[in-house]
T-cell receptor, first 112, second 114 residues
Framework: DAKTTQPPSMDCAEGRAANLPCNHS???????VYWYRQIHSQGPQYIIH???NNETNEMASLIITEDRKSSTLILPHATLRDTAVYYC?????????????FGTGTLLAVQP | DVKVTQSSRYLVKRTGEKVFLECVQD?????MFWYRQDPGLGLRLIYF???????EKGDIPEGYSVSREKKERFSLILESASTNQTSMYLC?????????????FGPGTRLTVL
């Protein structure tokens, strides 16, 4: 599986957009970019995923560069409840062994 | 609302005890997973199962076994607990149906082995 690189921590003011970067320079053509987050004392929660096109859902937007070597997760209006560790993961989809490999992620602290 | 539940949030056991961690999902998912999470190491896969009575070793299966007798239930067993198994244990489930395969996680069980 390709590895990802994320900053260990970021701050964001409440109500502002939070932009979380991820580098995945060795990503393969059939690997997707997934984002999960983990709020303190809870299990991880799926946010969004994409292959090469930008994606948006009710939680966030995912911007993937044209060369697919990096991506950015955008929380458009961060709230205090978005304080969490955010994990960027690259993996293939489907199959019986669709395990996730979590790195150490980015701790996003939303400040009031 | 989809749900993965784990039998305990906190558990304290003694070295050498046999420990059972239970996980139940109500989404009819075929895949189920057990991870452990330790500071600085992220989540590591212990075992997973893609069907009833089927199991596959993950990255760190030593000292653990699993059981999946029913589709909705996946148990993690520590045959003889040791202090290095003190950790947060997370269960997850997923399905490939509908083209979506994201994993849904339970709240975790924090196990302390004394």
């Amino acid at each position: 599986d390709a590895k990802t690189t994320q900053p260990p921590s970021m701050d964001c003011a409440e109500g502002r957009a939070a932009n979380l970067p991820c580098n995945h320079s060795t990503i393969s053509g059939n690997e997707y970019v997934y984002w999960y987050r983990q709020i303190h004392s809870q299990g991880p929660q799926y946010i969004i995923h994409g292959l090469k096109n930008n994606e948006t859902n009710e939680m966030a937007s995912l911007i993937i560069t044209e060369d697919r070597k990096s991506s950015t997760l955008i929380l458009p209006h961060a709230t205090l409840r978005d304080t969490a560790v955010y994990y960027c993961i690259v993996r293939t989809r489907g199959g019986a062994t669709n395990k996730l490999i979590f790195g150490t992620g980015t701790l996003l602290a939303v400040q009031p | 609302d989809v749900k993965v539940t784990q039998s305990s949030r906190y558990l304290v056991k003694r070295t050498g005890e046999k420990v059972f961690l239970e996980c139940v999902q109500d989404m009819d998912h075929e895949n189920m997973f057990w991870y452990r999470q330790d500071p600085g190491l992220g989540l590591r896969l212990i075992y997973f199962s893609y069907d009833v009575k089927m199991k596959e070793k993950g990255d760190i299966p030593e000292g653990y076994s699993v059981s999946r007798e029913k589709k909705e239930r996946f148990s993690l067993i520590l045959e003889s607990a040791s202090t290095n198994q003190t950790s947060m244990y997370l269960c997850a489930s997923s399905s490939q149906r509908g083209g979506r395969d994201e994993q849904f996680f339970g709240p975790g069980t924090r196990l302390t082995v004394l």
